[in-house]
């Protein structure tokens, strides 16, 4: 899509006003100082892949420990995550939504059953995740994942998107990766990257099923994997640090005042994978 999907929360009225991200207010950042010691190791990430992975199939080894998440727990970790609508290490709040459109509250977001789960509701109340994890450039990102409709009412779609969003959200147009995107329930899937205008391409499938999306980010290339299955590799130069925001974000793209049809999102897992080029800010 040529829009962005995913922004710094704006923080409701007597929260705090400065959106700060791994601690530094955006106002204070600095220049990013590239690490040159190899990402950290997951030895103690204990997970079974699946032949369905493309982690499986390829070999690209254990999860970082620090950059992913089972969701096995009873509420998100506000270490690794913050909630759209909310303040940093809070779990109350709303903002406005995706270009205005309806709200973001972090009560739409919970963590339970081994699943993240995100609601849209028929009158634009959604939620999200930002990542709260260090910003790398280049490696793997897989996540288990499936938006369904929860009651026919005649309302619009909402939109469902797992992403890689830079770091410096100002330059969102050469640099973000959406790696599973469409309208909840529709017959197909698509990767959107955005560098040097939007490339794409897409895939025919269930998507209210869960599915295992995963890119492959190298430097001068992006490669798209569907239940372990390379579906294309799109040429693109992406060298700006990215978040991943757990692939739980549903947004609203009709105007105000249109009727939704409810929806949810579930996210399984969202496991990232270093590559022999990945770096850390």
Known sequence: MKHPHWRRPIVAAGALLVVAIGGVA???RSEPVIEAVPPPAATTYAVTLSPDEAAFRNGWGSPVTEQSDEFNGTGVDLAKWGLFGAGEDQYAGCSPGFHGHGQRCASQTTEAGGYLSVTGTADGKTGGLWGRMRPFRYGRVEVRERALPLADNGGEA??????LWPDNEAIWAEAEIDFAERDVAAP???LFVHSKGTKECSVVIDST???NYAIDWQPTNISWYVDGVLKCTINAKIDAFSRSNGGAQMDMFPENGVLMRPARQDI???RMYAAPN???Q
Do not use: M, Q, R
Not at 158 to 163: R, S
């Open 26 to 28: 955006w106002a204070d």
């Open 158 to 163: 909402w939109h469902a998107v797992p992403l």
């Open 188 to 190: 197909k899937v698509g």
């Open 209 to 211: 099923k869960f599915h």
């Open 268 to 270: 399984d897992w969202i």
């Open 278 to 280: 990945t770096e850390y």
